[in-house]
């Protein structure tokens, strides 16, 4: 009876003939699922605010080199009227500012207001963006074909427009990111011209003091008026 544990031992003791080395043990890395678009658009409507600084390279058929800017967006959720605001800092100095219901500009040309409501296309092109950071899928979906690919927190997001005309006019817009995080924009032209937007130091966690909401999505005050020649 005491034959069987004493070969076991045996087999088991360093420096006995016929002894094995043990097997090396392999431990496989853990899974980590990738995230999906209901927890990707669900982090979007979870953002306090986001702030980030952008370059934007608009690729054009007639221009021999790209047309940069360079600046800071800011976005606010604020409920159902979620707002966005984009100052330009370089090469010209500008602002556009979404409200909702009206697209505001102002630059050193002067300034403009577009109402959304009698503007179809305008309004389906500021709302794709607005909604994207608001996280509203149900507003997406009515808009665009929606595809998500993502391997752990990276993804890229392809949206193909679904109605007209912006389907006329965007073949498709194309945004990655890493979590809430958003690195690039790419949105493609029917006739092939593209703008391509890098975004850094982004902070998806920004929150705003009520002076700033009143600064930052607010078109700067309009310059005092030159006095009269010969005065």
Do not use: C
């Amino acid at each position: 009876m005491l034959v069987l544990p004493v070969l076991l031992v045996m087999a088991g003791s360093p420096g006995r003939a016929g002894a094995t080395e043990p097997l090396p043990v392999t431990v496989a890395a853990p899974v980590v699922a990738s995230i999906t678009l209901e927890q990707l658009l669900g982090q979007f409507a979870g953002m306090s605010g986001l702030q980030a600084s952008f370059r934007e390279e608009k690729r054009m058929a007639l221009l021999a080199a790209p047309l940069v800017n360079e600046g800071t967006i800011y976005f606010v959720p604020n409920g159902k009227k979620p707002r966005l605001a984009r100052h330009t800092a370089k090469p010209a100095r500008s602002v556009v500012v979404i409200d909702g219901s009206a697209l505001k500009l102002a630059d050193d040309a002067g300034r403009e207001e577009i109402a959304l409501d009698k503007s179809p296309a305008v309004r389906l092109f500021v709302d794709s963006f607005v909604k994207i950071f608001a996280g509203d899928r149900e507003a997406l979906a009515a808009m665009y074909a929606m595809d998500l690919q993502a391997e752990g927190q990276r993804w890229t997001l392809k949206l193909k427009p679904k109605l007209a005309p912006l389907d006329k006019l965007i073949e498709r817009v194309e945004i990655t990111g890493d979590g809430v995080v958003i690195a690039t924009m790419r949105v493609v032209e029917v006739g092939g011209d593209e703008a391509v937007t890098t975004f850094s130091a982004v902070d998806p966690k920004r929150k705003f003091t009520a002076e700033e909401l009143g600064s930052l999505f607010s078109l700067p005050p309009k310059p005092a008026a030159a006095p009269p020649a010969g005065r």
